[in-house]
């Protein structure tokens, strides 16, 4: 089956789970900026974890030409085939020929299109994910966004295909993209150089989403938490890692991070709220508050173990 791009968004990557463990070799880890929208869209498309996968900003709109499953999920994300409007967070049956538009409804937030099926997208350092800043993996291995009239190969099981069952995420467990809750972070390795003041005035203060945000990172502005430290050697970034640099406006390190980074780190944002940082847009206003290390390894926990006895229920 082939995947004609029709019009290509703002922002279209090909994405899977990303370098993982390749960090210590010098790439970024990559993969897709909110994983849990990601995981759900393979889920309910059918398609085993870590299978390649759309991740758009802005409308996209593609073509197939055999019949297929698809699933968009993401925050707030829309679908429609031949101008007809689908469910999202749900597997759908397309038929060949038809053209799948969907998008995110907030302007930088990300929509997540998976098609059912063994995607023929080359490996770079074992993933395909799309790297433009490392110029690697994606459709030519080159580290390109996706654009107008390219082709996605895709082989499918088509006897597999009409005989399963199809998926549906119910509305109560799709996950509330909101900022109502604040965003939980885990003290970092430099957490005692920054003053009691400094790291109160984190926790009660209100930082806005700037317009400086991509998969590298986010910077927010707000209240300052300069740190106390002159100088420090670099070290290896986290996921969600919160980089103070010297004007003490807060950096959450994201996907496409850059391996090694010598300011000092406030803390990491938990696994379990760094997919809803990521669907943040600029002007969006977030509250940040300290949890210790063990309870967010209980919060991840529960969060996995939840979410895998609901895949089993689904199925």
């Not at 990172?217 to 919160?242: C, K, N, Q, Y």
Request: charged content about 25%.
């Amino acid at each position: 089956m082939r995947i004609e791009v029709l019009r290509k968004g703002l922002f279209s990557l090909i994405i899977d789970k990303g370098r993982v463990g390749r960090q210590r070799d010098g790439f970024c880890q990559s993969g897709p900026m909110d994983n849990n929208a990601y995981d759900w869209a393979n889920f309910l498309a059918l398609n085993l974890d870590g299978t390649p996968c759309i991740e758009a900003i802005g409308e996209m709109q593609i073509r197939v030409d055999q019949d297929c499953i698809i699933a968009v999920t993401g925050r707030e994300p829309s679908l429609d085939v031949d101008g007809v409007a689908r469910a999202t967070y749900q597997s759908q049956k397309v038929a060949a020929g038809a053209t799948i538009t969907f998008k995110s409804a907030l302007l930088g937030s990300k929509a997540y299109l998976a098609v059912y099926g063994n995607w023929q997208v080359p490996k770079a350092v074992g993933s395909a994910c799309t790297v433009v800043r490392e110029q690697l993996g994606g459709l030519d291995g080159k580290g390109r966004v996706l654009k107008d009239g390219d082709c996605i190969e895709v082989l499918a099981n088509t006897r597999m295909k009409d005989n399963v069952k199809m998926r549906t995420l119910a509305q109560q467990f799709i996950d509330d993209y909101g900022f109502l809750e604040s965003i939980r972070v885990v003290p970092g390795y430099q957490f005692s150089s920054f003053s009691n003041v400094a790291i109160r005035t984190f926790e009660t203060s209100t930082y806005t989403v700037s317009s400086s945000i991509d998969r590298m990172g986010f910077r927010f502005t707000g209240e300052s938490v300069a740190s106390d430290m002159v100088g420090m050697r670099s070290e290896a970034i986290h996921l969600g890692a919160i980089q103070v640099p010297g004007d003490g406006q807060p950096i959450v390190m994201m996907r496409d991070r850059q391996t090694l980074g010598g300011y000092p780190k406030l803390g990491c944002v938990s696994p379990c709220d760094i997919s809803r940082l990521a669907q943040a847009v600029p002007g969006e206003k977030v509250n940040f508050v300290f949890q210790n290390e063990e309870e967010a390894r209980a919060d991840w926990l529960l969060t996995t173990s939840r979410r895998r006895r609901l895949q089993g229920e689904i199925v």
